[in-house]
């Protein structure tokens, strides 16, 4: 499975917010908790809905949690 | 392991032992002389209404023992919530299955066409059936494992 091109600091931002376990982060934004594990580990690319809603919970804009590499080989 | 790794692995045990308990009774009454399969199709009609029927009985009843014993395995009694991602993984196991099944049963046809006799298109079909719902448990797992 090639490994998606959407990187993510959930896992930093979850530590900088009170140590948010992903099972809050998983009902804050009304997923599974494989789900927030799958995002993390860049398993899983979200739904822009998805991606806007991890953002709102952490207070943050969206290109803070999500970066686009056009270079995967980086 | 997730719930719904475990309960794709149910499904294809489930599907099998079903599968495999009606195909053998209903050899044993073809065997016995009780049916003729090879001639009266109308046969066929009535075993695959039973089948349909006997399958979602036996799928209730093995769905609510696997959840009970889940839930005293892992203490949890809530189903876990389905979400965009469960969604997405259930779409592509779908065209999987899909795929399979069109392959297994498609090739009947050219069977057919060559003179095969018409009853093993209905073994052809059960066998389809559940040759596609194998890949599309199998493939859940591999998309719930590998990332989709």
Known sequence: MVKSQIQNNIRVLRFNNTEMTQQQLADAVGVSRQTIVAIEKGNYSPSLELAFRIAHTFKTPLEDVFTYNSNPDE | ????????????????????????????????????????????????????????????????????????????????????????????ATRNSYNAFFIGFAPLFLLLAVGMPVFWIFIGFAASGLIAEIVENVSQIYYYRKGV
């Open chain 2, 1 to 92: 392991m997730p719930y719904q790794e475990k309960q794709s692995i149910v499904n294809i045990f489930s599907g099998l032992l079903i599968s495999s308990i009606f195909a053998w009774i209903i050899y044993q009454r073809q065997a016995n002389g009780l049916i003729d399969l090879t001639t009266d199709y109308r046969q066929w009609g009535i075993i695959y209404l039973i089948f349909i029927g006997v399958s979602i009985i036996a799928r209730i009843i093995i769905y609510i023992i696997f959840h009970i014993l889940n839930a005293i395995a892992t203490r949890e009694m809530d189903i876990p919530v389905t979400d965009e991602r469960d969604k997405l993984i259930r779409l592509k």
